[in-house]
């Protein structure tokens, strides 16, 4: 099921079901699918194209791919454990994931929200969040506003990930203490789909 989340995020439903089958799948079905069983197969069978026979490989991308074995290479060899994990705070979590190579600031963030479901984790590096943000509230102008004349923002689709940036997505989300892992999901939901959302 975790795994799941980090497979559908930014693909369409039906392509992360088919990449979610074909991975069940290599890794001997439902009951098979262990960190054991993902890491026994190459970096190539789990990513993109095709075997030698032909056939799909799995169809992760790089990023997602790497992951998900490097969470999976920690946990079976003993350097992490879930009990481990729920003894750190949000702060001690992330800094100890981010020591793990090619685990970042956003990875980190996701396996805190999707994994250990920690109620208030704010994805700042995550697009979609702050691109759906920045349609919701506008953050674009308040950032412009701020920034130096000399820096004006040529349109609405620029929105970086910058301390500016994280300081107006504060001011906003600050009032979604201590709950703001639910707006990450509902964002998500909302650039999906943006009709049925409206601003209160």
Same mark, same amino acid.
């Given at each position: 099921?975790?795994?799941?989340?980090?497979?559908?995020?930014?693909?369409?439903?039906?392509?992360?079901?088919?990449?979610?089958?074909?991975?069940?799948?290599?890794?001997?079905?439902?009951?098979?699918?262990?960190?054991? /069983?993902?890491?026994?197969?190459?970096?190539?069978?789990?990513?993109?194209? #095709?075997?030698?026979? @032909? $056939?799909?490989? =799995?169809?992760?991308?790089?990023?997602?791919?790497?992951?998900?074995?490097?969470?999976?290479?920690?946990?079976?060899?003993?350097?992490?454990?879930?009990?481990?994990?729920?003894?750190?705070?949000?702060?001690?979590?992330?800094?100890?994931?981010?020591?793990?190579?090619?685990?970042?600031?956003?990875? /980190?963030?996701?396996?805190?929200?999707?994994?250990?479901?920690?109620?208030? #984790?704010?994805?700042? @590096? $995550?697009?979609? =969040?702050?691109?759906?943000?920045?349609?919701?509230?506008?953050?674009?102008?308040?950032?412009?506003?701020?920034?130096?004349?000399?820096?004006?923002?040529?349109?609405?689709?620029?929105?970086?990930?910058?301390?500016?940036?994280?300081?107006?997505?504060?001011?906003?989300?600050?009032?979604?203490?201590?709950?703001?892992?639910?707006?990450?999901?509902?964002?998500?939901?909302?650039?999906?789909?943006?009709?049925?959302?409206?601003? =209160?």
């Amino acid at each position: 099921k975790n795994v799941g989340r980090v497979v559908f995020q930014m693909i369409s439903v039906s392509c992360g079901n088919a990449i979610m089958d074909r991975m069940i799948e290599a890794c001997g079905g439902p009951n098979g699918f262990t960190p054991e /069983a993902y890491l026994a197969h190459s970096d190539e069978a789990m990513c993109g194209g #095709v075997n030698k026979n @032909g $056939d799909k490989n =799995v169809g992760l991308s790089r990023s997602k791919h790497g992951f998900i074995k490097g969470i999976a290479e920690e946990f079976v060899s003993g350097r992490l454990s879930l009990s481990m994990l729920e003894g750190l705070s949000d702060h001690e979590l992330c800094h100890r994931l981010c020591a793990i190579k090619g685990i970042g600031e956003w990875t /980190a963030g996701v396996f805190m929200l999707h994994f250990l479901n920690r109620p208030d #984790v704010m994805l700042y @590096g $995550d697009l979609t =969040v702050r691109m759906g943000l920045r349609d919701l509230y506008n953050l674009s102008a308040r950032l412009e506003r701020r920034a130096p004349v000399e820096t004006h923002l040529a349109d609405a689709e620029d929105f970086p990930d910058t301390r500016a940036s994280r300081d107006i997505i504060d001011s906003v989300a600050e009032k979604w203490r201590p709950y703001r892992t639910v707006v990450n999901h509902l964002i998500w939901h909302y650039k999906e789909n943006p009709d049925s959302f409206y601003v =209160v």
